[in-house]
């Protein structure tokens, strides 16, 4: 069984900065890849925000690139999502994923950026 938790969510001001958390647990390590996904309001489904794969470039969505960064630690499978610049439309529910033989998700965090 594996166990995905996100942390760091919160309410912040346009143009203003957060860190999310993720980490990943359980009966599998050494997830080949690990990233983010958001729902935002209204939306029914997720969109790619960056996701990061040992070995390769990571991968943002376009409207996050100059503006969030992903890191790894790969030696105990946490993400990290670095958020500047925060625009109200960044506001969602931010999922994490962890993946290696099949994917896994987190319950979601709340990022709220007011106006």
């Known amino acids: 069984q594996v166990q995905v938790v996100e942390s760091g969510g919160g309410l912040v001001e346009a143009g203003g900065s957060l860190t999310l958390s993720c980490q990943a647990s359980g009966n599998i390590a050494n997830f080949y890849t690990m990233g983010w996904y958001r729902q935002s309001p209204g939306k029914q489904q997720r969109e790619l925000v960056a996701?990061?794969?040992?070995?390769?470039?990571?991968t943002y969505g376009d409207s996050v690139k100059g503006r969030f960064t992903i890191t790894r630690h790969y030696a105990d499978d946490t993400a990290y999502l670095q958020m500047n610049s925060l625009k109200p439309e960044d506001t969602a529910v931010y999922y994490c994923?962890?993946?290696?033989?099949?994917?896994?998700w987190g319950r979601g965090t709340q990022v709220t950026v007011r106006s």
């Open positions: 994923m962890a993946m290696k033989f099949d994917t896994y």
């Open positions: 996701r990061l794969t040992g070995g390769v470039s990571p």
